[in-house]
């Protein structure tokens, strides 16, 4: 659909334009010839003319303001289109060969138990970051769709994000340690999908863009002012400069050259997080990390703060994680 569209514009646009220009030379053609007898007899027709002629060009030049504008636009969408095919491929190829030569060697050579227990575990590796990819593409066409209403219903986000961070440090095999809760018990008005599918996406990019010597991850759960709660995700990560914190957003959009990225992913992601943030009429901020480097992603949703009886929960401290 959105094919469609940006074609049908430009070309309706573009007919446009060439029937005022030819107006517009017809008319200067006209007043150039019949000029001096309008200005002695028909001095109304003239200037009747000549305002014509100048209404033109102003929608002429509002065309052309508007073409550039479309045209821009695609030059975009298509770096971001062939930007996400580099990575998807990347993101295909990478796991595919690593599954291929790790099922050959098992099949050609005879292993010990232990490089078998190793084999699995890699490949295992190779299947979920398969798995993330294809989620990630079927995630983004459905929100490009329209869906049936879901209900949405009363969620205790401090579950979801202690869910989240379980499943991204599982993922990334690193020690609960690494993401750092702190956590109000607060409730959400929405789907428990569509908070997973923010909040993972979120941890995921803390997690997989944190210092790679001392990762650190830290999610703090707020009720603000009335009816808003804020969760906050901050690493200590190389961060990003304020002019790319518009554009992360963006569909098929990856800072960087995609030859010189040492992260996998697709660009779907902070994508997917927007869209569902702003389905739910909340918004999200990105700041730099007080105190060194790393960015903080704040996100601030419709809720409340728990009632007392669920505000019972204790949030998940590192100690008790180690424990």
Known sequence: MFERR????????GVIMIVLIVLLLV????????????TEGFAGLYWTLLAVGAVFLVFVLVGVVMYLTL?????????????????VTHELKSPIAS???????LDRHRVSPEEQVSFC???????ERLDTLINHLLDAARLDKQQPAVEPEDVEL?????????EVCLRYQVTAEVVRLDLQPCIVRSTPVDLSLIFRNLIDNAVKYAADDDPQVVVTLRAARQGTVVVRIEDNGRGISPAQRRNIFGRFVRLGSELERDKPGTGLGLYIVRTLIERLHGRIRVRDRDGGTGSVF??????VAAPVADAKKEPRS?????A
Not at 27 to 38: D, E, K, N, P, R
Not at 99 to 105: A, D, E, G, N, V
Not at 158 to 166: G, N, S, T
Request: with cysteine; net charge negative.
């Open 6 to 13: 940006s074609l049908r514009w430009p070309i309706t646009l």
């Open 27 to 38: 008319g200067w053609v006209l007043l150039s010839i019949f000029g001096l007898s309008f």
């Open 71 to 87: 045209s821009i636009k695609a030059i975009n969408l298509g770096r971001r289109q062939s930007n996400f095919i580099d990575s």
């Open 99 to 105: 599954l291929k030569l790790y099922l050959q060697t």
């Open 121 to 127: 575990k890699f490949m295992l590796e190779d299947v």
């Open 158 to 166: 401090a579950e979801v994000l202690r869910r989240c961070a379980d």
């Open 298 to 303: 704040e996100v601030e949703l419709p809720g």
């Open 318 to 322: 590192p100690e008790a994680d180690a």
